[in-house]
């Protein structure tokens, strides 16, 4: 039978993907990349962007298609046979990747274009040299003997640690369930009833946060939202099953990371991070969120004292905060979430989230027909005056074996090949929203409508490119820290009357959302905001401070509690371990670069407010936004691309003002 990774069809054929066809399909892959790199080295072989782009890129886009496919696989419907067929090729692929990063002829190569063709070539093309002259110091191509054979064993140890942090991890979330009684989840919102009720009556509750969230929410029962709190926040610890410890594994992938910085010659792998990014050292982003922490700080403060003034002289510990906070929301703004959350069902929000963007981009949007991974993911084609411009699956629902959170991920990137044809776009974007009940549609939080708009953010920064480049097309070549601007950016439209208006209808009767109830909504926006920034600056802290300060790995729960002492004002109990599931830096790319989020929230805010000045669908600003942010990609600075559309510098007004800090 033919080898589904080896198709050279314009889409994965997901649902024929088997463990048994990634080693074969993955070796002949990587040993086709081989022969492509030794070509491109060979002194024969002219240093020309075209020359290298048809032998190398050509190649290595094939073999990254077929691993991505593979990676994806492994995230969203992990068994045991794939992840073991994960594994044993990730040592192969790691390899090569860190030796064509390295490799000195290959250097030499794209400093010989650049200097021949370097000034003749097209902004992208420039952009595109540059970052690679610079990743390849980064990736220790000027590394030579022992220093040179270390690079490489540790991106290969720290490949393995990763995956297995994040194995860690989904095998904690999937290995702890609990069945309660009807009694013992009395408060809790009857549609999570619905969802966890097994057939002898019991409920089973489990660490997914379609069910974690509102028992945490609504459950009277304090002892029950002590037993979840404490499983949820000491996943993959020591305080677990012994084969889901992380705590070993942070250790060694801290202490690999920094290692590899020494040998790059850098202080810090914090200061390896920044040198891609627009931030320029630890220093500067440590004194951005220490600022930012001591102007959330008295709102924090005085988020805290309503909720104990309100919670009348009860324990108030970090397994009741979710519980008063929403009684206290309901009491002040009188609505809950999930009085909200029955007018957003996800076959009314899907639809409205895709006229918001056919109406702002010019764009259609049509489902169309592919190879999926799980019944319940479709898959979409998104078209401009009857074009192909891009192509999305969209995986909405949580369930076993599917990694926690929501991202967006790609298949291929928009590409101009050597010979002549036009490549399009396509994204995958996954979420973890709680899933339909028998026959009525799933039901979203409005936390859940802001979290899918995130993430089709990133996925239009990924599709919408004009960009024709590999390694600058779609988020390609942006700084980590930008590449949250057009995401967070979305978010705001979720907070507007006449977008929710489209958004919305009644689970039941089909209404759309109240103005009553959309003005509780916003008179709650920045309900306990304070609390939440703070929050956000202490796992951003904690990730730059570990990853800044030598010897930080040795005691990575000390680092943590230094920072809590510092910007918490409600500090969680002894027994948490957050950091132990904290996948964003130990597993998802944003090792010393959890700050952006914040970083990015700046710029994303200060983009908003030219929609505010000029109307949140003025054609004009959405038009100029889509030609000098999502379209440009990462072929110009991110900065650059902000001036461009706004018109100046940003300003850290607008976040103030968005999050009632001003």
């Known amino acids: ?96 990747s860190t030796a064509m990063g390295a490799n000195e002829a290959l250097f030499a190569k794209y400093k010989a274009v650049m200097a021949a063709q370097g000034s003749s070539l097209n902004p992208a093309r420039q952009q595109l040299l540059k970052h690679a002259i610079r990743d390849f110091v980064l990736s220790g191509a000027e590394l030579q003997g022992e220093a040179r054979e270390r690079y490489a064993a540790i991106q290969e140890r720290s490949a ?73 926040v000491t996943r993959a610890s020591e305080q677990g099953k012994p084969e889901w410890d992380n705590t070993a594994a942070m250790r060694e992938i801290v202490a690999l990371r920094q290692e590899e910085a020494k040998l790059l010659g850098y202080a810090s792998f914090a200061e390896v991070s920044l040198a891609p990014k627009m931030a320029s050292s630890p220093a500067e982003v440590t004194t951005f969120l220490s600022d930012l922490a001591k102007r959330a700080r008295p709102f924090a403060e005085k988020d805290l004292a309503e909720l104990r003034e309100f919670a009348k002289g009860q324990p108030l510990e970090s397994w009741d905060v979710s519980y008063w906070s929403e009684k206290l929301k309901e009491a002040r703004y009188a ?14 929000v899907v639809p409205g989230l895709f006229s918001i963007i056919e109406r702002l981009f010019d764009v259609s949007i049509t489902e169309a027909r592919a190879s999926v991974w799980h019944e319940t993911v479709k898959f979409y084609e998104l078209k401009r005056n009857g074009r192909l411009v891009a192509q999305f699956y969209l995986d909405l629902y949580a369930r076993p074996a599917k990694r926690p959170g929501a991202w967006m991920d790609e298949v291929r990137s928009r590409w101009l090949k050597p010979g002549g044809e036009q490549q399009t776009p396509v994204a995958l974007l996954t979420c973890n929203f709680a899933s339909p009940v028998g026959d009525k549609p799933a039901l979203l939080t409005h936390d859940d409508v802001i979290t899918l708009f995130h993430e089709f953010g990133h996925g239009l920064h990924h599709m919408l490119t004009q960009v024709n480049d590999l390694g600058v097309s779609g988020i390609s070549g942006v700084e980590w820290d930008a590449v949250e601007l057009p995401s967070q950016f979305m978010e705001n439209f979720c907070w507007e ?166």
């Not at 002219?46 to 696989?73: F, K, Q």
């Not at 057939?199 to 459950?219: C, E, I, N, R, S």
């Not at 609505?335 to 009314?348: E, G, P």
């Open 497 to 662: 009357w006449d977008v929710l208006q489209q958004l919305s209808g009644h689970v039941d009767s089909g209404e759309p959302l109240p103005r009553e109830l959309f003005d509780k909504m916003i008179a709650a926006k920045n309900f306990q905001s304070g609390l939440m920034t703070l929050r956000q600056i202490e796992f951003a802290l904690f990730d730059m401070r570990l990853h800044a300060e030598p010897g930080a790995e040795a005691d990575v729960q000390k680092v943590l509690d230094d920072v809590r002492a510092e910007v918490a004002v409600l500090i969680p109990p002894s027994f948490n371990r957050f950091q132990h599931s904290f996948s964003h830096i130990f597993a998802g790319g944003y090792a010393a670069g959890y700050y952006s989020y914040k970083w990015a929230e700046l710029l994303s805010a200060d983009a908003w407010s030219a929609f505010e000045e000029e109307g949140v669908f003025n054609a004009a600003t959405g038009k100029r936004f889509l030609t000098e942010v999502l379209e440009q990609g990462g072929a110009r600075d991110a900065i650059d691309n902000f001036k461009a559309f706004r018109g100046r510098e940003p300003t850290i007004d607008a976040l103030l003002r968005h999050q009632g800090m001003a």
């Open 160 to 232: 393995e640690l990763q995956q297995q942090f994040s194995e860690h991890v989904l095998d904690a979330t999937d290995g702890w369930s609990y069945v309660a009684s009807a009694d013992e989840l009395a408060g809790v919102p009857q549609d999570v009833l619905d969802a966890t009720k097994l057939d002898d009556g019991g409920h089973k509750l489990t660490l997914h946060f379609p069910v974690y969230l509102p028992v945490m929410q609504y459950a009277e029962n304090r002892a029950l939202r002590e037993k979840l709190y404490r499983a949820y």
């Open 1 to 96: 039978m033919t080898n589904p990774l080896l198709s050279t069809a314009a889409l994965p054929d997901f649902a024929a993907i088997r463990p048994e066809h990634v080693q074969p399909a993955i070796t002949e892959l990587l040993a086709a990349a081989q022969s492509a790199l030794d070509e491109a080295v060979k002194p024969e072989t002219p240093a020309d962007y075209d020359t290298l782009s048809r032998i190398l890129d050509t190649t290595t886009e094939r073999m990254g298609t077929a691993w991505h496919a593979v990676g994806h696989l492994n995230a969203v419907a992990d068994t045991p046979a794939l992840r073991e067929a994960y594994n044993a090729m990730l040592p192969a692929v790691t390899e090569f």
């Open 335 to 348: 609505f809950s979430d999930q009085t909200v959350k029955q007018y957003f069902t996800a076959t009314k």
